[in-house]
């Protein structure tokens, strides 16, 4: 089973260590494709939209590109941010907007709807689930339709400093979510999101002026009737 872990920081601290963790249990170390932030994808968006046009034209394209070939292939995708002022990283929020286009108003790609997605993250004491709702929001709007979480305030500046009894229970937790993940079917999308998707389809059927989207639909066969999801 592939799966990619995007992190929202370079270093290997206690969020990449939790994330780390609950890749192994879900599946062998040579299906984990793992990225870090910013080292992997060094850019803020720039706001040019090029990318809901023609997402090759991008500035950073041939950076996106190995991390979006990635995703494409995965199963599963963890995101795991730091707290940071009750926020999620700054690398991770650039991310976010750098991938943009994905949302179900633009480009959604076929393959999120069929996805599962876990995001993680730490604090000190609080503010992870502030950390943790920008992600998950965005995975959600990407299509994706079993998106799980964990958050652990963890009262550590790094992985060295957590204690034994926290790593217990990491370990007890990441066996338990990574079953979870693992025994669960993928869902049908919400109402919510069946429903902005429909609205997009009468949407794109009209539209001229951001007329390569329309295209993109067009050829998913999602303006005749067809939809990403099984
Ligand atoms: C810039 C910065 C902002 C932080 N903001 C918060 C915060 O809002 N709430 C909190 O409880 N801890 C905060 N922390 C502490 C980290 O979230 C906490 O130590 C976390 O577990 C670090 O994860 P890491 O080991 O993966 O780097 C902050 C740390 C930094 C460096």
């Not at 370990?171 to 429909?198: A, C, G, H, T």
Request: proline fraction near 5%.
């Amino acid at each position: 089973m592939k799966v990619v872990m995007i992190n929202g920081q370079n270093h290997k601290g206690s969020t990449y260590h939790i994330g780390k963790i609950l890749c192994e249990k879900i599946t062998q170390e040579n299906e984990i494709t793992e990225f870090f932030l910013p080292k992997d994808l060094n850019h803020f968006c720039t706001g040019c939209l090029a990318c809901i046009q023609d997402e090759s034209k991008c500035p950073f394209y041939n950076q996106k590109k190995v991390i979006m070939d990635a995703m494409e292939e995965a199963e599963i995708l963890i995101l795991t941010t730091p707290t940071y002022c009750m926020a999620p990283s700054a690398p991770m929020k650039a991310f976010i907007d750098l991938f943009y286009q994905y949302w179900i108003p633009h480009r959604p790609r076929k393959s999120m709807f069929l996805k599962k997605a876990i995001v993680v993250s730490t604090a000190a004491g609080a503010g992870m689930s502030k950390a943790i709702e920008p992600v998950k929001r965005t995975l959600k709007y990407w299509g994706v339709p079993n998106v799980y979480t964990y958050a652990l305030g963890i009262q550590a500046g790094n992985w060295e400093e957590v204690s034994e009894k926290n790593k217990i229970k990491i370990e007890k937790d990441m066996k338990r979510l990574s079953e979870k993940v693992k025994d669960s079917k993928v869902k049908q999308p919400s109402l919510y999101i069946k429903f902005m998707f429909n609205l997009m389809v009468k949407a794109k059927q009209k539209e001229d002026y951001f007329s390569d989207e329309s295209k993109h639909w067009k050829e998913q066969g999602w303006l005749d009737s067809k939809k990403p999801w099984r």
